[in-house]
């Protein structure tokens, strides 16, 4: 009796509870399954891709950072490059400068020292000229006291005397 009333009620409505309960429970039994055997191996699928991806986002940050760090340690060491450049052409143009200086000090010092000798040179060769006149000078006034004294000269004699020996003395040179 019970059966019949309920079925009369099931009918009555219109919708077979009966049906809806046992695909219910194969809906469930098929979504244990797809769990056990789709969803968590795609679930797995999708939790190496997300590694993958995270791993490669941060392998890309990594060589970002890396690359900026290069570029600045590149950078220091241009910029260091060129400080020494600098630093090299100006220690050259000091060298340079002083090596000038030096060669003309030097230049002035061997003028000078050149000038000295062949002033001193030229004093020698002075005083040895005017040694030689002297010498001259006597020897020709020996000469002249002896002539002198041989006979007694006029004026006129005298100077004759004086030409001749000149003459005779530079024949001699």
Same mark, same amino acid.
């Given at each position: ?5 309920? @079925? ?6 219109? +919708? ?9 429970? +194969? ?16 679930? @797995? ?33 241009? &910029?260091?490059?060129? %400080? ?24 002035? @010092?061997?003028?000078?020292?050149? &000038? ?19 010498? %001259? ?13 041989? &006979? ?6 005298? &100077? ?6 000149? @003459? ?6």
């Amino acid at each position: 009796m019970y059966g019949l009333t309920d @079925n009369l009620i099931v009918q009555a409505s219109g +919708f077979p509870f009966g049906d809806a309960i046992i695909q219910l429970f +194969f809906f469930i039994i098929l979504l244990a399954l797809l769990r056990k055997f789709a969803w968590g191996p795609l679930m @797995n699928m999708m939790k190496e891709r997300e590694d993958y991806i995270s791993g490669e986002i941060e392998t890309a940050e990594k060589s970002r950072e890396e690359a900026a760090r290069l570029q600045r340690e590149a950078s220091e060491e241009l &910029k260091q490059t060129r %400080q020494d450049a600098q630093k090299i052409i100006e220690d050259a143009r000091q060298t340079a400068t002083k090596q000038e200086k030096d060669i003309i000090a030097s230049a002035r @010092n061997e003028s000078d020292r050149m &000038k000295e000798s062949a002033r001193q040179e030229i004093e020698q060769e002075k005083e040895k000229a005017v040694q030689q006149l002297k010498d %001259q000078v006597a020897s020709m006034s020996v000469m002249i006291a002896s002539k002198v004294i041989e &006979k007694e000269l006029s004026e006129e004699d005298q &100077k004759q005397l004086i030409e001749q020996y000149v @003459n005779e003395q530079g024949e001699e040179r």
